[in-house]
T-cell receptor, first 113, second 109 residues
């Protein structure tokens, strides 16, 4: 049982490049979400999904796209990377009734030059 | 969701109980109080949550005041591995859970 798996763990991009952060969970969770954490700050919600085919915006959605074609996967796309998107990104999942216990991945550290 | 207020930092002696306060004076009747912690740069870890009654699990106890305007997370016997940032969150039955700055807890030998 792997839990929540994020790839890659580290990535360096140049301004304007695009990339996708992958997130997969094997717990059959309906709810999945993406957060970013800047140095010395708490986590801010980017996008979330309450089930396959359903996504919604969180607190800081600009510059990011998501889709949820399967229950297991919830990729986060950066369309045109900017230095302001340098951050650590966390994916999380839960059963979905309210929130309950959120299970987090290990994080993906992104640097945009 | 109601705003929560936590002290920015606190120290605790190893082996002693750590009492972490959280104010949520604007909490509404259907909002739960959740606690998470984040060790180093790892993903946050769920600790406990409650609505009205006090709760206890293998990690901690959660004491919620009768008026629900504040709560206390108790780590009964703090160890060095409990050094972390602790987040208190008030959340209704929606899906937009975000984390504030939390309390940095340092357990000292």
């Amino acid at each position: 049982n792997a839990g929540v798996t994020q790839t890659p763990k580290f990535q360096v991009l140049k301004t304007g490049q695009s990339m996708t952060l992958q997130c997969a969970q094997d717990m059959n969770h309906e709810y999945m979400s993406w957060y970013r954490q800047d140095p010395g700050m708490g986590l801010r919600l980017i996008h979330y999904s309450v089930g396959a085919g359903i996504t919604d915006q969180g607190e800081v959605p600009n510059g990011y796209n998501v889709s949820r074609s399967t229950t297991e996967d919830f990729p986060l796309r950066l369309l045109s990377a900017a230095p302001s998107q340098t951050s650590v990104y966390f994916c999380a999942s839960s059963w979905g009734q309210g929130i309950g216990e959120l299970f987090f991945g290990e994080g993906s550290r992104l640097t945009v030059l | 969701d109601a705003k929560t207020t936590q002290p920015p930092s606190m120290d605790c002696a190893e082996g002693r109980a750590a009492n972490l306060p959280c104010n949520h004076s604007t909490i509404s009747g259907n909002e739960y109080v959740y606690w998470y912690r984040q060790i180093h740069s790892q993903g946050p870890q769920y600790i406990i949550h409650g609505l009205k009654n006090n709760e206890t699990n293998e990690m901690a106890s959660l004491i919620i005041t009768e008026d629900r305007k504040s709560s206390t997370l108790i780590l009964p016997h703090a160890t060095l591995r409990d050094t972390a940032v602790y987040y208190c969150i008030a959340l209704s039955n929606d899906y937009k859970l975000s984390f504030g700055a939390g309390t940095t807890v340092t357990v000292r030998a």
